[in-house]
């Protein structure tokens, strides 16, 4: 009686996964895979972006950037380890891992996932920001991960705060520590349309280390959605090198280009 046991629960395990697969095969005819970003259907294997969007996204992602301050620059445009943008700048972050600029594909995955909640971008946009961090000579170095933080007024009126969400990914992808070391000590209009000078004067002041915490000489990557004009990331470092800190570098999931002293902040994030 076992053998014919097993071959029932074989059989019965066989005609299962046929039909499961007919099933799919049926709903894959009326609802073909999609392209998460374009919207063109996908070819059999392409689970997220069709063959026609991935070399543009790596092509994005392989564009050249500070090393400092995470700007895209042209070739040879970084002397010094800096390039013309914060050569001349006072920098608390030592330096800055990115994903790529606030342009083309990762633009519009950035926008969907921050905007629209399109949270199926949250593990691929987290998996090419800890690439990129790996990438880095300064990697092995970092002890824990620091999420920029909010203040609880905005996470009362939108719960969802990207920051944390792409860092909490990070520090587990990473093998590192997520630790709440900043809080925003005050709220303010958001930095979205305000001038260079407009934004420091926003973030100044707005950030302190939790009481009773001792930061003792640790080296922290501090981690944001988009750097604009860095100033948001300026004073977290600030803050957290007045408490203690040995090194702070700073991980984005893009950068803003044009986002110079002086110049209007245009974007839409």
């Given at each position: 009686m076992r053998?014919?046991s097993?071959?029932m629960?074989g059989?019965s395990?066989?005609?299962?996964t ?8 049926f709903l894959?005819v ?7 970003l ?8 392409e689970s997220f972006?069709?063959e026609?969007c991935v ?6 992602r392989?564009?050249?950037a500070?090393p400092?301050?995470g ?5 040879y ?5 800096r390039c ?9 972050v030592?330096a800055?891992a ?10 519009q995955?950035?926008r969907a996932?921050?905007f629209?909640?399109?949270?199926e971008?949250?593990?691929i946009?987290s998996?090419?920001?800890?690439d ?5 000579p300064?990697?092995?170095g970092?002890?824990?991960?620091v999420?920029?933080?909010?203040h609880?007024?905005r ?6 705060h990207?920051a944390?969400?792409?860092a909490?990914?990070v520090?587990a992808?990473?093998?590192?520590p997520?630790v709440h070391?900043l809080r925003?000590t005050?709220g ?6 305000l001038s ?9 002041g707005?950030?302190a280390v939790?009481?009773n ?8 990557l ?13 004073e977290?470092a600030k803050?957290l090198h007045?408490?203690?800190?040995a090194?702070?570098?700073a991980a984005?999931l893009v950068?803003v ?5 002086g110049?209007a902040?245009?974007?839409?994030i």
């Amino acid at each position: 009686m076992r053998p014919k046991s097993i071959t029932m629960h074989g059989e019965s395990l066989r005609v299962t996964t046929i039909f499961t697969g007919l099933a799919r095969s049926f709903l894959d005819v009326l609802f073909p895979p999609r392209c998460r970003l374009c919207g063109s259907a996908t070819a059999e294997g392409e689970s997220f972006f069709c063959e026609e969007c991935v070399p543009l996204i790596e092509a994005e992602r392989r564009q050249p950037a500070c090393p400092r301050c995470g700007t895209t620059v042209a070739p040879y445009e970084v002397s010094g380890g800096r390039c013309a943008e914060c050569r001349e700048s006072h920098l608390h972050v030592k330096a800055t891992a990115r994903v790529g600029e606030y342009f083309g594909c990762l633009a519009q995955m950035v926008r969907a996932y921050k905007f629209a909640r399109r949270e199926e971008f949250e593990p691929i946009l987290s998996a090419f920001l800890v690439d990129a961090i790996a990438r880095t000579p300064w990697f092995d170095g970092i002890e824990a991960v620091v999420p920029v933080p909010t203040h609880w007024t905005r996470r009362i009126r939108r719960p969802f705060h990207p920051a944390e969400t792409i860092a909490s990914r990070v520090a587990a992808e990473a093998g590192l520590p997520l630790v709440h070391v900043l809080r925003r000590t005050r709220g303010g209009p958001h930095q979205i349309g305000l001038s260079y000078t407009a934004r420091l004067n926003n973030v100044r002041g707005a950030f302190a280390v939790r009481s009773n915490l001792v930061l003792d000489k640790s080296r922290l990557l501090v981690v944001d959605d988009v750097r604009t004009t860095g100033a948001t990331l300026e004073e977290c470092a600030k803050v957290l090198h007045r408490n203690g800190a040995a090194g702070v570098h700073a991980a984005v999931l893009v950068t803003v280009s044009g986002a110079r002293p002086g110049a209007a902040i245009l974007s839409t994030i």
